[in-house]
């Protein structure tokens, strides 16, 4: 193994920033924009902390030129975003909204114009609430329409965009859309999550097969959650529930889309979903697996929840995040070796960061060390991970912008730039200046 001083970054590691649509443009009845289930669940009592919305988010709808401005100050090679698809195709299929278009026209331009590349994921988590009302992921022919969508997205932008990832964490919006209520449509049923999760594999599926048709050239990926998966406690009923869980979260996805067939217990439970050639569907070959990670994640049984699991607690005396997340960068060393020999993709991370409750101090600056901390030691583990062998090409911080954090609200904060949401004033972090000091040395 290298000494530590010897080590040096590849040349074409790709340094930079993810975002999503929902939780940072804002304008959400703007230039023709409809509602995504998003939209609606923020209108739903009790479903979001403080009762936020993604009304106004960071208002990058207007502000996207400031926000570029920042990227390129910051330095970075890349920039991750997504786009919302009720903004493009408000019913979700059939007329297309050219404003909504525009608008990613203008971004695209601007990003370019900065040196910066543009990645663009087709969905990060806003279906049109006009699909949901027709079943959404749990109708089949959900799959279709966003083949559909994805094609109008990618003659548009084809031309400008060479990075392409067909989703978003894909079992994050199934496992807590469809079965734990903690994100949209909020069911809680085990014949709807199966659904979903066959009915999105197929969507990826036929999502590639759309791009590499229109753009032959294009990196085609997609982008999975996956972190170790701890029993709470060392008993069997904990242990059997962080094993469904890692099955659920980690390889509900991935193994059908990449090996062809899905692990074990859910392979049992989703037969009769799957039709002769669905599995041929979802299994292309991709250019490279995108990896978001964070910390471990804790499992106890819990025979009230529909799969018979739910969230445990992390030890005591586990190191965390100012939010509280378990943080252990070792771990994600681990994944990024395992991740690599398990599907031989070449791996990016497309996000990794820390949550906090950043404020502006008397002298008008955010100081935030417990971030710059968990990104040195987050760094460190995948600089290990690339020692180690791992064919790792990139990593991307979540996220540029404090934001909407889903059904956290406007609580915690994981941008590497603090928004007032009062003012809107962006001022960069201590986090900022560290990342940007960090690419400007990996860089050499
Ligand atoms: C990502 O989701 C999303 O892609 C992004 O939109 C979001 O803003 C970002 O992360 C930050 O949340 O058990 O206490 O350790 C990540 C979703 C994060 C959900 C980790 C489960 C476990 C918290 N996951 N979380 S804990």
Same mark, same amino acid.
């Given at each position: ?144 329409? +966003? ?28 496992? =807590?859309? +469809? ?19 066959? /009915? ?5 599926? !036929? ?37 469904? !869980? ?38 292309r070959r991709l250019d490279w697996f995108g990896l ?30 100012? !939010? ?18 398990? +599907? ?41 991970? !690339? ?30 730039? /603090? ?18 000091? =960090? ?6």
């Amino acid at each position: 193994m290298p000494t530590e001083a010897a080590f040096s970054w590849p040349r074409e590691f790709v340094w930079g920033v993810s975002t999503s649509s929902y939780q940072i443009e804002g304008a959400v009845a703007e230039d023709g924009r409809a509602p995504s289930i998003w939209d609606t669940r923020c209108r739903m009592a009790g479903k979001i902390a403080n009762g936020d919305s993604g009304d106004v988010a960071c208002d990058h709808y207007h502000r996207y030129p400031q926000d570029v401005a920042l990227m390129r100050e910051l330095g970075i090679g890349a920039y991750r975003f997504s786009v919302a698809w009720p903004r493009v195709l408000p019913r979700g299929r059939g007329q297309v909204n050219e404003k909504g278009l525009d608008f990613y026209d203008r971004l695209i331009d601007a990003v370019l114009a900065a040196g910066i590349e543009p990645w663009l994921c087709l969905y990060h988590w806003d279906l049109p609430q006009a699909l949901d009302d027709l079943g959404g992921w749990t109708n089949r022919d959900c799959a279709g329409w +966003y083949a559909d969508y994805a094609a109008l997205i990618a003659r548009r932008f084809g031309d400008r965009v060479q990075r392409w990832a067909t989703f978003n964490e894909f079992s994050v919006f199934t496992l =807590f859309g +469809y079965a734990i209520d903690w994100s949209a449509p909020g069911v809680t049923d085990r014949d709807a999550h199966l659904r979903a999760i066959h /009915h999105v594999n197929l969507a990826h599926g !036929l999502g590639v097969g759309v791009l590499r048709d229109l753009l032959p050239q294009a990196s085609i990926g997609a982008i999975h959650n996956r972190q170790v998966v701890w029993p709470e406690q060392d008993c069997d009923a904990d242990r059997a529930a962080a094993a469904l !869980l890692d099955e659920h979260w980690n390889r509900a996805f991935p193994d059908p889309q990449l090996l062809g067939h899905y692990p074990p217990q859910i392979a049992a439970a989703i037969e009769p979903y799957v039709r002769g050639g669905d599995m041929a569907t979802i299994c292309r070959r991709l250019d490279w697996f995108g990896l978001n990670h964070y910390g471990p994640i804790f499992a106890k049984a819990d025979p009230q929840c529909t799969w018979n699991f739910a969230w445990g607690e992390a030890p005591a005396d586990a190191p965390r995040s100012a !939010l509280g997340w378990p943080t252990w960068p070792a771990a994600f060393r681990d994944e990024l070796i395992d991740l690599s020999r398990r +599907y031989r993709l070449p791996i990016y991370v497309t996000e990794n960061g820390a949550g906090g409750s950043d404020s502006v101090g008397a002298d008008g600056a955010v100081d935030d060390p417990a971030r710059v901390a968990y990104l040195r030691d987050y760094t460190g583990a995948l600089r290990e991970a !690339l020692q180690a062998g791992a064919d790792v090409r990139g990593y991307f911080v979540w996220s540029l912008l404090d934001n909407f954090e889903w059904g956290s609200g406007y609580g915690p904060r994981f941008g590497l730039v /603090h928004v007032d949401y009062t003012t809107q004033q962006r001022t960069p972090k201590t986090s900022f200046g560290w990342y940007r000091a =960090f690419i400007r040395d990996a860089r050499g």
